[in-house]
């Protein structure tokens, strides 16, 4: 698995909307944790600055971080259970 899915993101979004897109495409959703630790660590995304407000608590706003490389992340499909 790629880090494709974030890419048909618009240009800001939050680590749920990630969350969704991995649901939507493989009919089943990764672990936010999982998300997190991948996306973030490997400086995938950038922090805006800003929240998105609703229900809950507010959510960070991300965007990709156009000096990354793109990586793959096999372990997060693997371990993804329907």
């Known amino acids: 698995m790629s880090a494709l899915p974030v890419y048909l993101l618009p240009a800001e979004f939050t680590l749920s ?7 939507v495409i493989l009919d089943k959703a990764p672990p ?3 998300i997190r630790n991948r996306f ?3 400086n995938l995304l950038e922090d805006t600055g800003k929240k998105r407000y609703g229900s809950n608590r507010p959510a ?3 965007q990709t971080n156009q000096q990354s490389e793109t ?3 096999d ?3 693997l ?3 329907v």
Do not use: A, E, H, P
């Open 71 to 73: 990586w793959l992340f």
């Open 17 to 23: 909307d990630i969350q969704n897109v991995f649901s």
């Open 79 to 81: 371990t993804t259970k």
């Open 60 to 62: 960070t706003l991300y």
């Open 75 to 77: 372990r997060l499909y």
């Open 40 to 42: 973030l660590n490997y």
């Open 32 to 34: 936010m944790r999982s």
